[in-house]
């Protein structure tokens, strides 16, 4: 048995508060010095279920489920923005960046932690879809990002189309879900019980104390 903590993330690479959340959790992780005694697990959520795999465009979206308007929403970018700038990452929220639905990322991020090569592969497409105005949508660049952490990548993309393949992340979503998870980041250490949103560094560290102290 493993003597890591083991600290399961449930996230959607499109989802800004994830990797805020995941940011502050690296912090505390670091300032602890426990960069070796952690086992990172990504566990798939949908935030856009019901959209179409190529995506609808963001001021359309937030203008269907929230009523927001294009100011409201240009508002909302640049809080993210700074929030992400103040945990040293650049959301690049450029007009024309869609929404849309990420099974297929999650697909690939099941195949790639099979060569522990799941929070590398995250890392890349939450990178592409913030900062770098990717596509990944598109199955050419999942193709290369899945090249650049070392995968195989035509080994990988044919997963997209292994029935298999599908029908198991579809089964972990609903487990997530049957489990309660309604929002993301939710990460539980150690199996314990959820901590929701994108906490503070100090709350990590606390809950990172408690798992050390049992």
Partial sequence: MSDKIKINIVSDVVCPW???????????????????????????????????AEGIDQ???RS????????????????LAAMAEAEGFKFDLFDGMKVMNTKNV??????AKGYGLQ?????????????????ISDKDVLYKELLAVGLNADEGIKKLDDTEARKHVEQQLQYWKNQGVSGVPTMYFNDSEPVGGAQSVASYKQVLAEVLAN
């Avoid at 805020?20 to 912090?27: A, S, V």
């Avoid at 929070?119 to 596509?135: I, M, P, Y």
Wanted: hydrophobic residues 35%; charged residues 30%.
């Fill in 119 to 135: 929070t590398e592969l995250n890392s890349r497409l939450v990178a592409s879809f913030f900062s770098e105005r990717k596509d």
């Fill in 106 to 111: 999650h697909i690939l991020l099941d195949y």
């Fill in 18 to 52: 994830c990797l805020i959340g995941y940011k502050r959790l690296q912090q505390a992780i670091t300032e602890m010095e426990l960069q070796d005694k952690v086992e990172i697990i990504w566990e798939p959520f949908e935030l856009n279920p019901g959209l179409p």
């Fill in 64 to 79: 269907q489920k929230y009523g927001a308007s294009k100011e409201e929403t240009d508002v909302h970018k640049l809080r």
């Fill in 59 to 61: 001021y359309l979206y």
